[in-house]
Each structure stands twice: as structure tokens, then as C-alpha cells.
């Protein structure tokens, strides 16, 4: 079974500033796949990116990119030139061998102008 | 390309009675999966369907259950409703090729049992 930690519950950054989201996580799976979702108070959960544990870069996806070290299994989220709407809950999740989809607990950010 | 829909999207029950949640998957994906979002427990994941079979499940009573019909749409059912069932239930699909594919979310149902 994995496991994922986001040690964070909440944090605040000023606009246009960058923002780094700590997750660890825990698997004796030699591959899997690492995802962050966002989710407004709206509650729909949004894709942001994707980090495969072979890959040798790490992803990037627009203001997104995340810091992948697979030695200390950790997976840290940077959001980058941070916007109003980018106040939300951010959630680390991983899929291993058994193919489900496994969250942390996530992080609140609330950005502010 | 349309997202996943879910319907209804807010839904108030009493204890005992059951419901019925669902999920319209992106069009051309054939796996759909469920998950219960609390504030006590988190996300968790209920079971995932696949061309009409449950191919993954998690750790939930059997009040919970679910289908998939021929053009990949979802059902989830919740038997015998409990005060602890309160909970946002999302709905993600994927293509269902294997291997670590993004699951896209629906907005979810927001399921009160009073």
C-alpha cells in the first residue's frame, strides 16, 4: 500500500510570487506514476501534472513544475509567478502496482494581493 | 471535448434510504472510477469499472456498489444510507490503457444524509 504525506495543512503566498507544495510518499512499487490536482472551493478536482518514475527530466507544465527526487521519494510542487486564482487545495497522489489512486491529505494555499 | 459530468450534482437523503450517483465519463475513455471525499477521512478511492467490470476496488462495506453500462457511463449505488456517508463523491475517467494514465475529475455530487 502507498502512502503520501503532505506535511503542509495551509499556506499563504503573495501574488506573482512562487510557491513550493512539500509531498513525500512511501511505496516498495518499483514504478508508478505521481500526480498533483488542484481543487477550488468548487470542489471539481483539476489535473496539473504528471511525473512518471522513470522519467529522467522533471515535469513542467505551464506555471507548474514539479521537483521530482525519487531518492528521498519526495515529489514537491512549485507553482510559479503565483495568481489570485490560484487560491485552492493542492493534492499529491500517487498510483502504484495496484493501480489506485492514492491522496495526501493536501494543502491549502490562499494567495494574496 | 466535453469533461466528465455528474449528476445530480447536490443530493439530501435520510438514514436508510439509498442513492444512486452519475458519472458520464470524457468521451472515448472506458475507465471510470469512484471516489468518497470527507473532511475526516480525505480522498478515497471506492472502485474503478472498465469496459463493464469492476477491475479495482477499495476498502468499503458492500452498501456501496457500482456499474458500468455499454457506452462506458457509471452508476454508483449506496444502500441503506448512514449519517457517515455524508460526503463529496467523485467520478474521474480515463482511458483505461493501463499503466499510470491521468484520471479526469467530474465536479462531483455533494451527497447529505440527514
Known amino acids: 500500500a502507498q502512502k503520501i504525506t503532505q506535511t503542509q495543512p495551509g499556506m499563504f503566498v503573495q501574488e506573482k510570487e512562487a510557491v513550493t507544495l512539500d509531498c513525500t510518499y512511501d511505496?516498495?512499487?518499483?514504478?508508478?506514476?505521481l500526480f498533483w490536482y488542484k481543487q477550488p472551493s468548487s470542489g471539481e478536482m483539476i489535473f496539473l501534472i504528471y511525473?512518471?518514475?522513470?522519467?529522467?527530466q522533471n515535469a513542467t507544465e505551464g506555471r507548474y513544475s514539479l521537483n521530482f527526487q525519487k531518492a528521498r521519494k519526495s515529489a514537491n510542487l512549485v507553482i510559479s509567478a503565483s495568481q489570485l486564482g490560484d487560491s485552492a487545495m493542492y493534492f499529491c497522489?500517487?498510483?502504484?502496482?495496484?493501480?489506485?489512486?492514492?491522496f495526501g491529505a493536501g494543502t491549502t494555499v490562499t494567495v494574496r494581493a | 471535448k466535453a469533461g466528465v459530468t455528474q449528476t445530480p450534482r447536490y443530493l439530501i437523503k435520510t438514514r436508510g434510504q439509498q442513492v444512486t450517483l452519475s458519472c458520464s465519463p470524457i468521451?472515448?475513455?472506458?475507465?471510470v472510477s469512484w471516489y468518497q471525499q470527507t473532511p475526516g477521512q480525505g480522498l478515497q478511492f471506492l472502485f474503478e469499472?472498465?469496459?463493464?467490470?469492476?477491475?479495482n476496488k477499495g476498502n468499503f462495506p458492500g452498501r456501496f456498489s457500482g456499474r458500468q453500462f455499454s457506452n462506458s457511463r457509471s452508476e454508483m449505488n449506496v444502500s441503506t444510507l448512514e449519517l457517515g456517508d455524508s460526503a463529496l463523491y467523485l467520478c474521474?475517467?480515463?482511458?483505461?490503457?493501463?499503466?499510470?494514465?491521468?484520471?479526469?475529475f467530474g465536479p462531483g455530487t455533494r451527497l447529505l444524509v440527514l
Open positions: 474521474a475517467s480515463s482511458t483505461g490503457t493501463g499503466g499510470w494514465e491521468t484520471q479526469y
Open positions: 511505496t516498495s512499487d518499483p514504478s508508478y506514476g
Open positions: 511525473q512518471g518514475s522513470y522519467d529522467q
Open positions: 497522489a500517487m498510483r502504484g502496482a495496484d493501480y489506485k489512486l492514492s
Open positions: 468521451s472515448g475513455h472506458r475507465s
Open positions: 469499472y472498465f469496459s463493464e467490470t469492476q477491475r
